[in-house]
Structure formats: structure tokens, C-alpha cells
């Protein structure tokens, strides 16, 4: 799905006008309407609001189902040799060998926000970007995730 498509869908699903969205976003009417025509498109910093204001994954605005990344770190695992192990020594579909061996998680007594500190400069480091900004977009990413939801929950 294009983004201009995913912003428009996200703004029907909430039952907003193109002007309630630019009002919660602190744009224009037109900026709305710029992105649902693909005219242009939002930055990855207004991105972030959106999913924020609105409550959706980050992952809705790619074209990768939710189980192709780590449900901890949100590291993408589309090799099998990346997938963490089970108890029972099977391959884990939810999370990647980095979080999750042997049926338990790697970073174990954490919140989420302990994590995203411990791991950012890895984050930041692999995606050639700021500490700061990897901060911010595992923000975003995470309390999507399931390792985080269920954490929550609890």
C-alpha cells in the first residue's frame, strides 16, 4: 500500500476531514491533502505523529506484515537462521536470536524503556543514524510490538 493511500485510510478509519487531521498534526488542510494524493510525503518525523496520535504501528506505513520483525527489538528476521529458539530448541516465529533463545527472552527483568536505553547505539549504528533519532523511532516502534504489549498487560 502507498503511503498516500496508508494516510487516507488511517484518516477515514478515524472518521476525521482532511482539516481535523491537519489540526491534530499541525499542518495545513492542503498538507493532508498533498500526502493523500501522493503529491508529496510526510517526513519520518511527522510520520512518528501520526502513528503517535493516532495509535498505529509504524510498520503500517511498509509494505512488511508485522511478523517479518522481531516482536522486541523490531529487527527484521526474514532468514530463518535470524529467529530465536524455543525451549524446545524450535525456531520462534515472533522474535529474533538476538532477544529470544532457548524459550526466553535475552534482556530479561527490562522495561521498555530500559531496552530501547541499552540498545539504541546498536539501533542507531546498523540504521547510519543518531543515537537520539534511534531513540525516537524505538519509541514509536516498540509499544506496538508483542514482547511490549503483553508487558503492558501485565
Given at each position: 500500500m502507498a503511503m498516500s493511500d496508508t494516510i487516507s485510510s488511517i484518516r477515514t478509519e478515524k472518521g476525521l476531514t482532511q482539516e481535523q487531521m491537519a489540526h491534530d498534526l499541525y499542518v495545513t488542510r492542503q498538507?493532508?491533502?498533498?500526502?493523500?494524493?501522493?503529491?508529496?510525503?510526510?517526513?519520518?518525523?511527522?510520520?512518528?505523529?501520526?502513528?503517535?496520535?493516532?495509535?498505529?504501528?509504524?510498520?503500517?506505513?511498509?509494505?512488511?506484515?508485522?511478523?517479518?520483525?522481531?516482536?522486541?527489538?523490531?529487527?527484521?528476521?526474514?532468514?530463518?537462521?535470524?529467529?530465536?529458539?524455543?525451549?524446545?530448541?524450535?525456531?520462534?516465529?515472533?522474535?529474533c536470536k538476538y532477544c529470544y533463545q532457548q524459550g526466553d527472552f535475552t534482556a530479561k527483568g527490562v522495561d521498555m524503556d530500559e531496552f530501547i536505553e541499552a540498545t539504541a547505539q546498536l539501533e542507531a549504528d546498523a540504521m547510519g543514524i543518531s543515537r537520539e533519532e534511534a531513540v525516537s523511532l524505538m519509541a514509536t516502534l516498540l509499544p506496538h510490538l508483542k514482547r511490549w504489549r503483553e508487558a503492558e498487560q501485565q
Amino acid at each position: 500500500m502507498a503511503m498516500s493511500d496508508t494516510i487516507s485510510s488511517i484518516r477515514t478509519e478515524k472518521g476525521l476531514t482532511q482539516e481535523q487531521m491537519a489540526h491534530d498534526l499541525y499542518v495545513t488542510r492542503q498538507a493532508v491533502s498533498r500526502w493523500e494524493t501522493g503529491e508529496t510525503q510526510p517526513g519520518i518525523d511527522m510520520v512518528k505523529l501520526i502513528c503517535t496520535t493516532y495509535g498505529v504501528p509504524l510498520e503500517r506505513f511498509f509494505d512488511m506484515p508485522m511478523d517479518y520483525y522481531c516482536q522486541c527489538c523490531s529487527m527484521p528476521i526474514p532468514d530463518p537462521a535470524l529467529h530465536g529458539t524455543e525451549a524446545d530448541g524450535s525456531s520462534s516465529e515472533s522474535y529474533c536470536k538476538y532477544c529470544y533463545q532457548q524459550g526466553d527472552f535475552t534482556a530479561k527483568g527490562v522495561d521498555m524503556d530500559e531496552f530501547i536505553e541499552a540498545t539504541a547505539q546498536l539501533e542507531a549504528d546498523a540504521m547510519g543514524i543518531s543515537r537520539e533519532e534511534a531513540v525516537s523511532l524505538m519509541a514509536t516502534l516498540l509499544p506496538h510490538l508483542k514482547r511490549w504489549r503483553e508487558a503492558e498487560q501485565q
